[in-house]
């Protein structure tokens, strides 16, 4: 069975500098993309970055960063420069080859940036 | 473009009343996901559609729960009879097919029911 792991339940960092929210996963396909989104108080998901499993690069999106260890699986997110509206729910998600259509989904981590 | 819209934002009941959640996909979309968020079991994929048709509705927590794709723009999740525990925000989500995999989905900005 597929499984995603979150285990910061809170973190917090100083504005302008760099964080990095983990994540580790389980599963047995072959090939499965992996996700981050973002939650703000205000509620909606919003989506950050995407990173396939076959990547030969890690995924960059603006001040994003996936960092990929296939063999550790590991997913962790690089969040470059915090901005004080970084402040947030993050969530790490997984769709593998046989459920290719199906998300599952960490338990999240809530990111403090304070000035 | 517009991202996914979901009608209403807010919904307060009371138990025992008929419940209809609405969402419109993104255009071109051919996947459509409701989801289900609460404190205690985090976000719960509940059912989805592709092409319109129901794929997996095994998070269908019972048979009061009832989702519909009529057409490709539109799906509606209905609950009847409402009970307190159905409280939670409501996701829509929808996707469409890349020969690259990543089918990523992106949400609507939730409905938040309160059964009372």
């Known amino acids: 069975a597929q499984k995603i792991t979150q285990t910061q339940p809170g973190m917090f960092v100083q504005e302008k500098e760099a964080v990095t929210l983990d994540c580790t996963y389980d599963?047995?396909?072959?090939?499965?993309?992996l996700f981050w989104y973002k939650q703000p108080s205000s509620g909606e998901m919003i989506f950050l970055i995407y990173?396939?499993?076959?990547?030969?690069q890690n995924a960059t999106e603006g001040r994003y960063s996936l960092n990929f260890q296939k063999a550790r699986k590991s997913a962790n997110l690089v969040i470059s420069a915090s901005q004080l509206g970084d402040s947030a729910m993050y969530f790490c998600?997984?769709?593998?080859?046989?459920?290719?259509?199906?998300?599952?989904f960490g338990t999240g981590t809530r990111l403090q940036v304070f000035p | 473009d517009a991202g996914v819209i979901q009608s209403p934002r807010h919904e307060v009941t009371e138990m025992g009343q008929e419940v209809t959640l609405r969402c419109k996909p993104i255009?071109?979309?051919?996947?459509l996901f409701w989801y289900r968020q609460t404190m205690m079991r985090g976000l719960e994929l509940l059912i989805y559609?592709?092409?319109?048709?129901?794929?997996?509705d095994s998070g269908m927590p019972e048979d009061r729960f009832s989702a519909k794709m009529p057409n490709a723009s539109f799906s509606t999740l209905k609950i009847q009879p409402s009970e307190p525990r159905d409280s939670a925000v409501y996701f829509c989500?929808?996707?469409?097919?890349?020969?690259?995999?990543?089918?990523?989905?992106?949400f609507g900005a939730g409905t938040r029911l309160s059964v009372l």
């Open positions: 989500a929808s996707s469409q097919w890349t020969s690259g995999g990543e089918n990523i989905q992106y």
């Open positions: 255009s071109g979309h051919d996947y």
């Open positions: 998600a997984m769709r593998g080859t046989y459920n290719t259509d199906k998300l599952i």
């Open positions: 559609f592709n092409n319109n048709v129901p794929i997996d």
């Open positions: 990173q396939g499993s076959y990547d030969q």
């Open positions: 599963t047995s396909d072959p090939s499965y993309g």
